[in-house]
């Protein structure tokens, strides 16, 4: 039988009703950047640039950065990158790429997972973290895989989300961008007509849905539904509160991982922990059966005139870079079908990375050696 714990969060109450007070009251804004996914649909198209297995979220694209160092940047125009988690899954550190990228990064800010499993986890863990050192703050979700053209609008309506979980800490902030297709692989949500007066343009959300086939998508579509960019904002307390109801497994697992942070035994209880985890995707499992169950609860951020992508498929960054001009129109359908690219698609610059000039950070020397 398993050791009864005391570790408990007790659902957030409201601020003062201007969403401003002490720091000490309503805590610091702290984000986690959601980096531990293997990205495995876009393995050919990654092999076909000459990166190998190289998780997309460390993969330059486009300009002079991955995608992870895109997001991380985007996080510190609100949050100092001090206040950052980023989590990982510890097999990607065998790539010279990864362990660059996270070298940069503040001493303990890189939160490395024994195993990928899926995005429930690779949420708790680091909140449990941020918990540990920031019990009363706000938290700012980023997932690492996601292009963005327009970021200071993305970044502005972050604020906003922000904010309104200032005025009423019992509320979970979802961004979502007005779809311009009938996309199946992505989620859903469909906010109602009441506005609420937390925030401009904030609403409750009536229904979620993770990928839904193509006729449920059109009817969302049609009905005012928005693309779920797993962007959010919320309490730390107030989200441990909900996992502790909906995901309680899950939730009394962590307990234990709380409760190891900073002692000797940390490692083994965390690789213990996740050798008995089953994999759990947080849309899937925790936001739709919280809209079924607490539809007060989720509130939907629209985000209009925003081009904004979840680059899990080749055909979707074709198509993205088409659209800013990043890559050269082809015959027929733009959307290939084919994911090998041509000779002349320059767009991709390989970088040359020398992993001999390389020194790794604490953080990552530690969990080598774990």
Request: aromatic letters at 8%; proline letters at 7%; glycine letters at 6%.
């Amino acid at each position: 039988m398993e050791k009864e714990s005391t570790f408990h969060f007790p659902i957030a109450v409201a601020t003062h009703q201007n969403g401003v007070g002490r720091s000490d009251e309503d805590g610091v804004v702290c984000g986690i950047v959601l980096a531990g996914g293997e990205g495995k649909r876009l393995q050919p198209f990654i092999k076909s640039l000459g990166k190998g297995t190289l998780p997309k979220q460390y993969v330059n694209f486009i300009g002079s950065r991955s995608m992870l160092e895109h997001t991380l940047q985007r996080a510190e125009k609100l949050i100092p990158s001090e206040r950052v988690l980023t989590i990982i899954t510890e097999s990607h550190l065998r790539y010279p790429e990864v362990r660059e990228q996270c070298s940069s990064r503040p001493k303990d800010t890189v939160i490395v997972q024994p195993e990928n499993k899926e995005t429930g986890p690779g949420l708790i863990f680091p909140l449990m973290h941020l918990y540990k050192r920031y019990p009363n703050s706000l938290v700012l979700v980023l997932p690492s895989d996601h292009f963005i053209w327009q970021e200071d609008r993305l970044m502005d309506h972050a604020r906003l989300a922000c904010l309104a979980v200032k005025r009423d800490p019992s509320r979970l902030i979802l961004l979502g961008v007005k779809p311009d297709r009938d996309e199946p692989e992505y989620g859903y949500l469909l906010p109602n007509k009441k506005l609420l007066g937390i925030g401009p343009n904030m609403s409750e959300i009536s229904w979620f849905i993770e990928k839904p086939d193509q006729k449920t998508a059109r009817r969302l579509i049609r009905a005012g539904g928005l693309w779920n960019t797993m962007i959010m904002a919320f309490k730390t307390k107030t989200m441990l509160h909900w996992m502790s109801k909906l995901v309680p497994m899950l939730y009394r697992q962590f307990q234990q991982v709380y409760e190891a942070i900073g002692t000797p035994g940390e490692t083994d209880v965390v690789r213990n922990i996740y050798q008995r985890l089953k994999p759990m995707n947080f849309s899937k499992e925790f936001l739709e059966p919280m809209v079924k169950n607490y539809p007060s609860s989720l509130v939907a951020l629209p985000i209009d005139n925003l081009l904004w992508s979840d680059w899990g498929t080749a055909s979707r960054i074709m198509d993205v870079l088409a659209k800013i001009g990043k890559v050269p129109r082809l015959e027929g359908s733009r959307r290939p079908t084919d994911i090998k690219i041509a000779s002349g698609y320059d767009f991709l610059e390989e970088l040359p990375f020398n992993g001999r000039d390389f020194q790794t950070s604490q953080v990552v020397r530690n969990s080598l050696q774990k």
